[in-house]
């Protein structure tokens, strides 16, 4: 996906440009309904939203124009962080500072090269394959295989004019061409979606677990001092209330962080004693540690 331009990001990307070059246009406007079709706030369900959202952000010579989104989306985690924790985070702008090293040859690239080689740094080796890929695999004795990456095969791709890669919004079209013999119709043509669990509704079903309350009590976060306990709670609330279903996407996000952050802490800061209070585990997180 990365390297035959297969992920959304790449189509959404295309389709601002497309809306930079007249961004008053209705007309153009019209074309976000041909993203995120598999989501269930898809910008055909929701048009409103995805026209003010899409069209942030919009500056045609802002060489992060395709993640601007995604960045900005991911830096309103900030809010839920403790007040200090967050001014420390706020000295460096890790994006501006980022963006100050890209390759002398950047601005020189077609916009969808750049968009891939944004991805491909700062997504794909620290997190897809790191985290997604050897450490999840290696864990359970297993080696993984990634033919896709092999060096000759992302040479020849990168050499590739970019219609190859996405042709219109039709991504990995050289791919599907080579395999249309092997792959079904049904798959070829098929909208693309990512393999994504529910995010705040695997942690709120109808029957309370426990070790969610536990890792976020109002005592542990503020011991932790990383979130703010009042926004943290107000969160949890709300998720409670509607057990996690028809949350913002932004929402999903901070749950997902605090719940992965506060296991952490508790297994690797609270239980090795440098946390500082001496505090007995609760139960249920030891079942996690079992299952991790």
């Given at each position: 996906?990365?390297?035959m ?8 990307a ?18 976000l ?20 959202f899409?069209?942030?952000?919009l500056?045609?010579l ?12 991911t830096s ?25 090293k890209?390759?002398g040859?950047?601005?020189?690239w077609d ?6 080689w944004?991805e491909?740094?700062?997504l ?5 394959l790191?985290a997604?890929?050897?450490?999840m695999?290696m864990?359970?004795s297993?080696e ?6 092999d ?14 890669k ?8 050289l ?6 013999d092997?792959?079904?119709e ?7 979606q ?10 709120f079903?109808?029957q ?10 109002p005592?542990r976060?503020a ?5 703010n ?5 107000s969160l ?12 913002s ?8 962080a605090?719940?992965?952050t ?5 297994h ?12 007995k585990?609760a139960q249920?997180?030891?079942v996690?540690?079992k299952?991790?």
């Open positions: 996906d990365e390297v331009a297969g992920y959304d990001i790449f189509r959404e295309k389709v601002r440009r497309f809306l930079a070059r007249n961004p008053t246009s209705a007309k153009r406007s019209k074309i309904m041909k993203l995120y079709p598999w989501m269930e706030r898809s910008p055909g369900n929701a048009p409103a939203f995805a026209d003010a899409f069209s942030r952000s500056n045609p802002d060489p992060a124009l395709s993640h601007r989104p995604r960045w900005n989306t309103s985690l900030k809010h839920i962080l403790d007040p200090d924790f967050r001014r420390e985070t706020e000295k460096v702008d890790v994006t501006e500072a980022f963006l100050s890209l390759p040859a950047f601005n020189g916009a969808l090269c750049k968009a891939q944004l491909m740094v700062t794909l080796p620290g997190y897809i790191s997604q890929g050897d450490r695999l864990a359970n297993v993984g295989r990634f033919p896709f990456l060096c000759n095969l992302v040479e020849f791709y990168n050499q590739l004019p970019p219609r190859h996405l042709l219109a919004l039709n991504e990995k079209h791919l599907k061409i080579a395999f249309c092997m792959i079904p049904s798959i070829l043509k098929r909208p693309k990512p393999y994504r669990a529910p995010d705040a509704a695997s942690f079903p109808e309370d677990m426990d070790w969610v309350y536990d890792a976020t009590r005592s976060l011991h932790s001092s990383v979130f306990p009042k926004a943290v709670s949890i609330a709300k998720c409670r209330q509607v057990q996690g279903h028809n949350m996407n932004t929402d999903n996000m901070r749950i997902v605090i719940l992965s506060m296991l952490v802490y508790h690797y800061i609270e239980q090795d004693g440098s946390g500082g209070k001496d505090q585990p249920p997180m030891k996690i540690d299952t991790i």
